[in-house]
């Protein structure tokens, strides 16, 4: 499976990077993480049939039309999705590279919500996307704080790692049923 990955958190020490990156170890194939940070504001006068688009945005899609499956791991803001992951998704939108493809959603909080309005709202836009959004394949994680390892950077709790193990083989599950 060729995955790419998106976080919703541009946060140096982001414990959803954490969760990300022990997610990808777990990946049989190949895996790249998307540059959200470096994409401009969505504008749709940017996005017309005739419009080049801005060089991360055209990077972006290249990297989503290659992939078997997208893996998206974010934090909740505020009830909500962080506006640097949905500003990348709204790129997204028009271009069609999402349609079809296998996606899971996982959302990681220190709190025992586990990011749920984030993870519902991110899996509602990427079905109105026409993205296959993998339900077995979407978690979220509680309490993430003591689940990670701050040396490695990656997750250390066992009922988490067998979560995430269980994620990804529904994602390259979905990505089977396509080939
Ligand atoms: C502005 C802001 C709003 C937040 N709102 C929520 C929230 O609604 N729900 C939640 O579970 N955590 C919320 N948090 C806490 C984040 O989950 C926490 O900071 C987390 O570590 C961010 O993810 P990261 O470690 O991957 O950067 C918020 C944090 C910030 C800075």
Redesign the pocket.
Known sequence: MRLLALSG?L?AR????AVLRSALDLVDGTTAIADVGALPHFNPDLDGEDATPPAPVAALRTAVAAADALLIVS?????GVPGVLKNALDWLVSSGECVHKPVAVIT????P?G?D?ANAQLRETLRMMTGDVIAAACLEIPAIGPKIDPTTERVTDEATLAALRESIGHLAAGSLRLT
């Open positions: 958190s946060r982001s414990s959803n990077g934090p909740e803001y505020a009830h990681a909080s220190p709190f919500t990011g309005h």
